[in-house]
């Protein structure tokens, strides 16, 4: 780098890119290329350079082996890096002088931050997972609530920015100090993004959505219903002004050809297409790709883990889609969802049990192996605790398809209070399928950058949008929508237990269906496809566990999480490495501030000439008045302390 620090590259080359140059495409992310995502980046820059790339896995600096300081997520200067990385590849004698950028997750959101900076060598983005709204749709805050993969995925990033580099790489003589400077400038980044409660210019930083029109380059988005940062997708493709297509399947937090549930893509494939024509200018009708390409889900069991969703693809070449229509329904007496306008009936109130919740899926859902239990169960549970209306016996399948809204004439009996609102299909069983969700801090009801409290008992109106679904109700099924004041885990709870009152006659539900399927074109993917990856050897198998606790006397609820990756060797390099990461939520039923959330982590590289390990746990607790953060972090070298760092603070509740 021109200030002097070295950053650590993977670079793959075809054989002949010294003679014959060819465009580069860029993944850059802090997951340590050397060890942390090796396997992967194998599967993909090998494929790419099968087939005419220069592909390069670089490190985001003080990550991996790479000289200087992480700091935070999406800093200003991992984009001024970006930027110079570009400049030094793209002038490189292999390199045609072009670039693609690609990612899955923070990699996603790099590769639209580059882009909105216009580097003249960019021309194509492929952006997986990602988002354009770091404070509406990424995993601290939804819908103006504090969510749980703030700590989750917080936590993961506590551990992982205390890790050292490799002195294979970076020389015996200097990892030991660069390991002490990240000790040394070492962060609770849970805490941090806590300190941001409303939508300040903290979270407008790297929000592409600030200005679309500063990404004139080709982005090919892709991700899935199950995943976090579903909204992403469409709100690109309906935003950009430059060339851009959408893919959506059922999956989550995956790139698209190890998607889990079924069915996976060829998603390498449909990457190699994309840079094809925006890097090498070949006429291969990408371009003339549909806008949107879509999973329509069939009706399936709930299930905290789906191996497949049954269902289909659906293609729209242009979006908005013209072949699809609204449909309204509008709330009735007793509970009632119908079809036709109404004055509605008497108002009804509910106050959650605080567990309202427990059986939804989280955020996120990473689908990291086959067993992942991250998605929703049966919903009757939280249907009890929720305000429900039912809609009549469906007549015929109702194909839903797109972005929900809700109009709800509310009230609260606090100043501070939040809802969540459920889709559901009920089928003739009485089994309550999720669909899905939308939340709103009714603080928030007119703006997450300027927060106001709200008058108890006053009636208001709000609008919220759903998270996108394209799913059908099929014929003889109900449709729900059950009302909460509460949704633990995922959301943590107002500062005092909230009744909510809604208003039938001031509400409405406004669903988008899929009213025609004339000028749809056939969806045609390959299979899954990647390079082979370098030999592992695995010591002890990866593993997922998760379990629900009661303690009766106390009616505490736990949530806890384990997942292992197990412990493998890098036959390679020769390293071997261990990770897991345990989560662990609680509440009481009817105190929310009871509400705790423990996020421990252990990260360990071995090899003959080298041992290091890393500990770290932080944990968050409430009061009315309150947020209680406090950490720990301790790096081993051989099993002796090396460093360790400590956190206790207290952030003031804003609003939330």
Request: net charge negative.
């Amino acid at each position: 780098m021109a200030d002097g620090r070295r950053l650590a590259a993977r670079l793959f080359l075809p054989d002949d890119a010294e003679s014959n140059p060819v465009p580069l495409i860029l993944e850059y992310i802090p997951y340590r290329r050397r060890d942390g995502t090796r396997t992967g980046d194998d599967e993909m820059h090998l494929f790419f350079a099968a087939r005419g790339y220069a592909s390069a896995r670089v490190d985001i600096a003080g990550t991996g082996d790479s000289d200087g300081l992480l700091g935070d997520e999406y800093v200003r200067r991992e984009q001024d890096d970006a930027l110079e990385i570009l400049d030094h590849l793209c002038a490189q004698p292999w390199c045609t002088g072009v670039a693609g950028m690609i990612g899955n997750s923070w990699g996603g959101f790099s590769g639209l931050q580059v882009a909105a900076r216009r580097p003249p060598q960019l021309k194509a983005v492929v952006t997986s997972c990602s988002t354009d709204d770091r404070y509406a749709c990424d995993a601290h805050y939804h819908g103006g609530l504090l969510i749980n993969d703030n700590f989750g995925w917080g936590g993961a990033l506590f551990g992982y920015a205390a890790l050292p580099p490799d002195p294979a790489v970076v020389g015996e003589d200097r990892w030991r100090e660069m390991w002490k400077a990240r000790l040394d400038d070492h962060k609770n980044h849970a805490a941090l993004w806590m300190r941001h409660q409303r939508r300040d210019a903290f979270w407008k930083h790297g929000s592409v959505c600030e200005d679309y029109s500063a990404i004139e380059c080709a982005v090919l988005t892709i991700g899935g219903f199950l995943d976090g940062y579903t909204q992403t997708i469409f709100r690109l493709v309906e935003n950009l002004k430059g060339p851009v297509k959408g893919i959506c399947g059922p999956w989550g937090h995956k790139e698209a050809q190890s998607g889990v549930p079924e069915p996976a893509i060829g998603y390498l494939q449909e990457c190699v297409r994309w840079y094809d024509h925006w890097l090498k200018g070949v006429d291969n009708g990408v371009e003339r790709d549909p806008a949107m390409r879509l999973y329509l889900m069939d009706y399936a069991t709930p299930h905290s883990h789906m191996l497949e969703r049954p269902g289909r693809w659906l293609a729209f070449p242009e979006w908005p889609a013209k072949q699809i229509g609204d449909r309204t329904y509008w709330f009735g007496n007793e509970g009632a969802l119908i079809g036709q306008e109404s004055r509605g009936g008497e108002p009804r109130s509910v106050s959650s049990p605080l567990t309202t919740g427990v059986q939804g899926q989280e955020w996120c859902p990473y689908g990291q192996g086959r067993i992942a239990a991250e998605g929703a169960r049966d919903q009757r549970e939280d249907d009890g605790g929720s305000l429900c209306f039912d809609s009549e016996t469906m007549a015929q399948d109702l194909p839903i398809a797109g972005v929900a809204k809700i109009t709800l004439r509310i009230a609260a009996d606090r100043p501070q209070a939040q809802v969540c609102v459920r889709l559901t299909d009920v089928a003739p069983d009485g089994t309550s399928a999720y669909m899905t969700f939308a939340l709103l801090n009714l603080t928030h009801r007119e703006s997450h950058e300027f927060p106001k409290p709200l008058t108890p008992g006053k009636f208001e109106a709000i609008e919220i949008l759903f998270k996108p679904v394209a799913q059908v109700v099929p014929k003889g099924h109900r449709l729900r929508v059950a009302i909460s004041s509460s949704y633990w885990p995922m959301a943590w709870p107002s500062p005092e237990r909230t009744t909510l009152t809604i208003d039938p006659s001031g509400c409405r539900l406004d669903l988008p269906l899929l009213a025609s399927e004339d000028g749809l074109v056939p969806v045609t993917f390959g299979p899954p496809l990647w390079a082979e990856p370098g030999p592992v050897s695995v010591v002890e198998p990866a593993r997922q566990a998760r379990s629900l606790t009661i303690d009766i006397p106390t009616e505490r609820t736990e949530l806890s999480a384990l997942s292992d990756d197990g412990r493998l060797i890098l036959e390679e390099t020769g390293t071997e490495i261990a990770s897991w990461r345990r989560k662990v939520y609680g509440i009481g039923r009817d105190d929310p501030s009871t509400c705790t959330a423990t996020v421990t982590c252990h990260e360990e590289f071995t090899r003959p000439d080298w041992n290091a390990r890393i500990d770290s746990e932080i944990t968050i607790s409430c009061d009315r008045e309150n947020f209680y953060v406090r950490g720990w972090v301790k790096a081993y070298e051989r099993g002796v302390l090396f460093g360790e760092r400590s956190y206790d603070e207290i952030i003031p509740r804003d609003c939330m």
